[in-house]
């Protein structure tokens, strides 16, 4: 890839083989994007070789460390990437999950904002079925907790879907743990009083199923999401962010 552009895509992936390729194929071709780098989060398959095969730049968890470790892990390997450059400007930092699949050449909405200096940060809404999806529980106790902190509730509180500027991941680190992580970026840069848009996307994602497995990941989610609200007490309240 030429390195060119302003945009890096960083995507946290874990036994994902199926869907990478096609996720990375997609990210690289949006505009702007001149670096995408997959973190293998401890796969157990062939995620990191598929997604070498699609062009990425690929890091590997040997143990699984979550997804906000992941997330550092990517933006640290960008950083990495622009100092071998010798690039005095950062890219901005598009974070998209591994199983969007071909859906993930339709995230450009996502970047607009912050590459125009408009938002610090931006989070998606997803137009499509993946609307009236999610995990209930999770995703209410993920609302509920940021508008008690901020005075403000996203429509999709725990989307993976966001780009930001360097400066403000630079400014939420260090991360709240694992699936933590979106409910601590949206509630720690608010407070600092940087500039969230959301945007609404057709982007779509595998579903999260019934099985045990499932319900067992849903759990997990709700344990890291209540570890980062109570980290994050409420305290002062800023401005309501946009919807672009």
């Given at each position: 890839?030429?390195?060119?552009?302003?945009?890096?895509?960083?995507?946290?992936?874990?036994?994902?083989?199926?869907?990478?390729?096609?996720?990375?194929?997609?990210?690289?071709?949006?505009?702007?994007?001149?670096?995408?780098?997959?973190?293998?989060?401890?796969?157990?398959?062939?995620?990191?070789?598929?997604?070498?095969?699609?062009?990425?730049?690929?890091?590997?968890?040997?143990?699984?460390?979550?997804?906000?470790?992941?997330?550092?892990?990517?933006?640290?390997?960008?950083?990495?990437?622009?100092?071998?450059?010798?690039?005095?400007?950062?890219?901005?930092?598009?974070?998209?999950d591994a199983d969007l699949a071909e859906s993930a050449a339709a995230a450009e909405p996502l970047t607009g904002p912050v590459r125009s200096g408009e938002a610090d940060m931006t989070i998606a809404v997803f137009s499509d079925r993946a609307r009236h999806g999610g995990h209930g529980?999770?995703?209410?106790?993920?609302?509920?907790?940021?508008?008690?902190?901020?005075?403000?509730?996203?429509?999709?509180?725990?989307?993976?879907?966001?780009?930001?500027?360097?400066?403000?991941?630079?400014?939420?680190?260090?991360?709240?743990?694992?699936?933590?992580?979106?409910?601590?970026?949206?509630?720690?840069?608010?407070?600092?009083?940087?500039?969230?848009?959301?945007?609404?996307?057709?982007?779509?994602?595998?579903?999260?199923?019934?099985?045990?497995?499932?319900?067992?990941?849903?759990?997990?989610?709700?344990?890291?999401?209540?570890?980062?609200?109570?980290?994050?007490?409420?305290?002062?309240?800023?401005?309501?962010?946009?919807?672009?």
């Amino acid at each position: 890839m030429p390195t060119t552009g302003d945009v890096a895509v960083v995507i946290p992936a874990r036994n994902e083989s199926d869907r990478i390729c096609a996720t990375v194929a997609a990210a690289a071709a949006l505009p702007g994007v001149d670096i995408v780098v997959v973190v293998d989060d401890g796969s157990t398959d062939g995620t990191a070789a598929a997604a070498e095969r699609a062009g990425a730049s690929v890091m590997r968890h040997a143990r699984n460390r979550g997804k906000a470790a992941a997330m550092e892990t990517g933006a640290e390997a960008v950083r990495l990437l622009e100092t071998a450059e010798g690039r005095d400007c950062p890219r901005h930092l598009l974070f998209l999950d591994a199983d969007l699949a071909e859906s993930a050449a339709a995230a450009e909405p996502l970047t607009g904002p912050v590459r125009s200096g408009e938002a610090d940060m931006t989070i998606a809404v997803f137009s499509d079925r993946a609307r009236h999806g999610g995990h209930g529980l999770v995703v209410a106790l993920s609302g509920s907790g940021i508008l008690r902190a901020t005075g403000w509730r996203p429509a999709q509180p725990l989307n993976g879907q966001r780009c930001l500027s360097r400066a403000a991941f630079e400014a939420a680190r260090p991360l709240a743990p694992r699936w933590g992580a979106e409910t601590g970026l949206t509630i720690d840069l608010l407070r600092k009083g940087l500039r969230v848009t959301e945007v609404e996307v057709p982007l779509a994602h595998r579903a999260t199923g019934t099985d045990w497995r499932s319900q067992l990941h849903r759990a997990r989610q709700l344990a890291d999401v209540a570890c980062a609200l109570a980290a994050r007490q409420p305290g002062s309240r800023a401005a309501p962010p946009t919807r672009g």
